[in-house]
């Protein structure tokens, strides 16, 4: 019968738990689940319509970490559209949002992020579109944990609000917006 020393067993244990050095094996959190609140601000950037329109208002989203790098989720913008000296709107949307990690600087991952999905506004929003409207964006951002269960997120984000022409050529105006957002998600 064939016995090893008990520190050549306890070595052996101890390497197939642990990741190669300089290697850092990915860690899911906790909880999986998070519930986001930020606010953001967006000013219309180029693809100008007749007036600039400046967008700000609350992003709350609910998302699920599916593997280490990428997350999946819900979000909804509850945004303020200024359209002076037109009336202003109210412009809510809801988007299904995809983020992934790309690297990360000690605690801090820094993340690209893309979504899609679709609006209903108070009026038309711009000037002579609709108020039905699809809505994508597209950004980076950043995250980094403050305590157990909260993460601070930010990042900044390109917003493209249009009705692709739901409604005829004539009345497709859209707004192309390059905004920041700032918050909170709870795990």
């Given at each position: 019968?064939?016995?090893?020393?008990?520190?050549?067993?306890?070595?052996?244990?101890?390497?197939?738990e642990?990741?190669?050095q300089?290697?850092?094996?990915?860690q899911?959190?906790?909880?999986?689940?998070?519930v986001?609140?930020?606010?953001?601000?967006?000013?219309?950037?180029?693809?100008m319509?007749?007036?600039?329109?400046?967008?700000?208002?609350?992003?709350?989203?609910?998302?699920?970490?599916?593997?280490?790098?990428?997350?999946?989720?819900?979000?909804t913008?509850?945004?303020?559209?200024k359209?002076?000296?037109?009336?202003?709107?109210?412009?809510?949307?809801?988007?299904?949002?995809?983020?992934?990690?790309?690297f990360?600087?000690?605690?801090?991952?820094?993340?690209?992020?893309?979504?899609?999905?679709a609006?209903?506004?108070?009026?038309e929003?711009?000037?002579?579109?609709?108020?039905?409207?699809?809505?994508?964006?597209?950004g980076?951002g950043?995250?980094?944990?403050v305590?157990?269960?909260?993460?601070?997120?930010?990042?900044a984000?390109?917003?493209?609000?249009?009705?692709n022409?739901l409604d005829g050529?004539?009345?497709?105006?859209?707004?192309?917006?390059l905004?920041?957002?700032?918050?909170?998600?709870?795990?």
């Open positions: 019968m064939l016995t090893l020393p008990a520190a050549v067993v306890a070595q052996s244990v101890d390497s197939t642990q990741p190669t300089g290697a850092s094996a990915p899911l959190p906790e909880s999986l689940w998070g986001e609140f930020a606010g953001s601000v967006f000013v219309e950037s180029w693809d319509n007749r007036f600039r329109e400046r967008l700000g208002g609350a992003v709350v989203g609910v998302s699920r970490q599916m593997t280490s790098r990428w997350r999946l989720g819900l979000e913008n509850l945004l303020y559209v359209q002076q000296p037109l009336g202003d709107v109210f412009l809510p949307s809801l988007c299904l949002m995809a983020r992934v990690g790309m990360e600087v000690g605690k801090t991952v820094v993340f690209a992020e893309v979504g899609a999905g609006s209903y506004a108070s009026n929003v711009p000037n002579h579109g609709t108020r039905f409207n699809l809505v994508s964006q597209t980076v950043v995250s980094r944990p305590s157990a269960s909260v993460d601070f997120v930010g990042g984000r390109w917003l493209h609000v249009s009705n022409s050529a004539s009345r497709n105006p859209d707004i192309q917006a905004g920041v957002y700032v918050g909170w998600r709870l795990h």
